[in-house]
């Protein structure tokens, strides 16, 4: 079993960056795919960036080129480097693990969560 934490989450200005932290308990983490997701009120959570191993990863359209998706497993986590932040940004920033062997990208294939952390880009 896996506990993960989120922190980094905050207000912030459009244009401006945030980094996201999220801690991983338990053994084998560098087994899992790691991924971050999103809800914005009132719409469903979306994907938002996903990595395997220590390099391969996924992004979504809407922040390919703004976000990084890096991870530490000696240090058990994963990190989500939010660059160019808008204000459509805005949303509680989910992290989740899956044991797995290849990319994950939907939240029906994940079974650890985070509790989130919320991210406001607003001036």
């Known amino acids: 079993q896996v506990q993960l934490v989120e922190s980094g989450g905050g207000l912030v200005q459009p244009g401006g960056a945030l980094r996201l932290s999220c801690a991983a308990s338990g053994r084998s983490f560098s087994s899992y795919v790691m991924g971050w997701f999103r809800q914005a009120p009132g719409k469903e959570r979306e994907f938002v960036a996903a990595?395997?191993?220590?390099?391969?990863?996924r992004y979504a359209d809407s922040v390919k080129g703004r976000f990084t998706i890096s991870r530490d497993n000696p240090k058990n986590t994963v990190y989500l480097q939010m660059n160019s932040l808008k204000p459509e940004d805005t949303a509680v920033y989910y992290c989740a693990g899956q044991l797995s062997t290849r990319i994950l990208t939907g939240a029906y294939e994940y079974d650890h969560w985070g509790q989130g952390t919320q991210v406001t880009v607003s001036s």
């Open positions: 990595i395997i191993w220590k390099d391969t990863t």
